[in-house]
Structures are given as C-alpha cells and as structure tokens.
C-alpha cells in the first residue's frame, strides 16, 4: 500500500498523505501503475460527464478534458516527451543525447513534438468524443498508457549509471510486467471490449520497439523515455479508437 501511495504521489498531483520518498518501494509498485491510470481515467470520464451538460462542443470538451488531464499529472509525462525529442532529435553522441534531455530548457525539437502531440491528442478525442455519448476510452486510455510505461520498465536497462528512474527500472520484472498486464487487459476488455484489446496489442508492440530503440540511441530508457512512452501511447490508443469507432 505505502508503495503505492508513493507511486500516486510521485505520478500525480491528486492529494496524498505525504511519504518519504523510498525508491526501491516505487520502483516495485511500478505493476500497479495502470492502477493510477484508473484513477485518472475515472476523474476524466466524469469530467465529460459535467462538461457534456454545459457545452455543445466536443471541440471545447476535448480542450478541457486535455486540461484537467495536465492538472491531474502536473505535465509530467509531457515534460518527458519534449526531452526525449531534444535529445534523440540532436543526433549527438549518446552521452551528448542524455546531457540535453537532463537540460530542464525545451528545445525547438521539444516544443515541435508538444505541439504536433497537442494537434493529434485535441482532433482525436474530439473524434472519440463524437462518436461515443459515452466515450469509455476516457477511461481506458490512461490505464494503457501507463500499462506501455511499466511493459517498458520489464523489458529495457536504464541508460544512466544513476537518476530517479534507476530503481523504478530495475525494480520492475517480468512478473510484475505480467500482473499489469492482466490488471490493463481486463479493464479494458470490461469496458470497451476487443478494440481495448487491440489497443493493448498495438501500444505493447509499438512499446518493446520504443524501449530497443532507446537502448541503441541512448543505451537504455530513462525516466524522460518512461513519460514519453505514456504520452505517445495515449495517442495510439484514441487513434485505435477513432478507427474502430
């Protein structure tokens, strides 16, 4: 329980009595992560919900929707994707590569993927949102994401000889990998069926190959990778969605 109220509290900005912060503990409750996504995936859906009885709107929804997604988290994932896109994006050396995404300033590599991110996440929940009164892949999307961030951490190294993610990383083992899996799959299947799991397929496939393929850029994933994957692994799933719908 401590590790994964630690794992709300790092992963979030939802209220949580205040832990010190143990790394081994978080890294081990990394298998509860999609759980975090529920969480998420609840406070959104219901969002829609309240927003649907104001506006007409899906475009407007989709906006705010968005926006009380970057409150819940506090834009952590998103900060991890614009570093991750500076850093890969220099074609540097891979020891020049981790100093630029460790660099706090945004680049214009990073600042072109936020945008492209926003333009494709906005058009297609708006989509999702038309389709579906009752768009249950509010609910899922967060918990498959986070699902990608975890399948990541069982099946790449980390990339730094130390950081914060070294534990989260190492911390997470195939069993713990398999135990998120079944937590995502079944949620995803209850609510919106085969094309959940067909998003679960696609993000998986499309999350092995982003963790090998940082592991010949940079020598592994690092926690900027870890917030990446969630954050690209979102738009996968509301793109299966507006393909299914």
């Keep these: 329980m401590k590790g994964f109220l630690l794992l709300l509290q790092f992963m979030t900005r939802i209220p949580t009595p205040k832990m010190e912060y143990e790394p081994k503990k978080l890294g081990k409750a990394m298998k509860f992560f999609p759980v975090i996504g529920m969480i998420i995936g609840v406070i959104l859906y219901y969002s829609f919900i309240v927003l649907n009885q104001f506006f007409d709107s899906p475009e407007v929804i989709a906006i705010l929707i968005i926006l009380i997604e970057i409150i819940l988290t506090g834009g952590l994932h998103l900060d991890g994707l614009a570093d991750t896109f500076d850093g890969i994006f220099s074609y540097r050396s891979k020891k020049r590569m981790l100093e630029i995404m460790k660099d706090s300033r945004i680049g214009s590599n990073g600042a072109l993927s936020l945008i492209i991110y926003f333009a494709l996440k906005g058009t297609l929940l ?49 069993i713990g990998v398999m135990i998120s899996l079944a937590i995502t799959a079944a949620f995803s299947y209850y609510f919106i069926g085969m094309t959940g799991i067909y998003a679960l397929v696609v993000v998986s496939i499309l999350g092995i190959y982003f963790a090998k393929l940082m592991e010949r850029k940079i020598g592994g994933i690092t926690g900027d990778t870890l917030g990446a994957v969630v954050e690209m692994s979102t738009i996968i799933v509301l793109l299966v969605g507006a393909i299914n719908g």
């Design 126 to 174: 708006k989509e999702v949102i038309s389709i579906d009164e009752s768009p249950y892949f509010l609910l899922v999307m967060p918990v498959i994401a986070r699902f990608n961030s975890t399948l990541n951490c069982g099946v790449g190294k980390y990339a730094r000889p130390s950081g914060m993610g070294k534990h989260i990383v190492e911390e997470t083992n195939m």
